[in-house]
Nanobody
Framework: QVQLVESGGGLVQTGDSLRLSCVVL????????MGWFRQAPGKEREFVAA????????YYLDSVKDRFTISRDNAKSTVFLQMDSLKPEDTAVYYC???????????????WGQGTQVTVSS
């Protein structure tokens, strides 16, 4: 049984940084492309970033690509999302996801974490 556990969320101010982590338990981490999605109140879940199993290819949402960096440590079965220059519009629950291929759509990811709240105050 594959389990994803996120951590690192919190309450920060505009311009601050946060690093989210997600550890994958019970699966073969290098088999998975990993992604981060977010859902703000009253909005649909949206893609944020994804990274191939090699770590050599990544996709980003346009509005975050100059501020967020996705990375992974295959030895630790962990994916990270470094978020810099945070803005109030980044406020959302952030979800980690694992799938068989690098993609931007949630349907390509089969396993999901429980989410971690990120709140950016103005």
């Amino acid at each position: 049984q594959v389990q994803l556990v996120e951590s690192g969320g919190g309450l920060v101010q505009t311009g601050d940084s946060l690093r989210l982590s997600c550890v994958v338990l019970g699966g073969v981490f290098v088999n998975y492309a990993m992604g981060w999605f977010r859902q703000a109140p009253g909005k649909e879940r949206e893609f944020v970033a994804a990274i191939a199993w090699t770590g050599l290819r990544a996709y980003y949402l346009d509005s975050v690509k100059d501020r967020f960096t996705i990375s992974r440590d295959n030895a630790k079965s962990t994916v990270f999302l470094q978020m810099d220059s945070l803005k109030p519009e980044d406020t959302a629950v952030y979800y980690c996801a694992a799938g068989g291929e690098l993609a931007r759509t949630s349907s390509k990811f089969h396993y999901w974490g429980q989410g971690t709240q990120v709140t950016v105050s103005s």
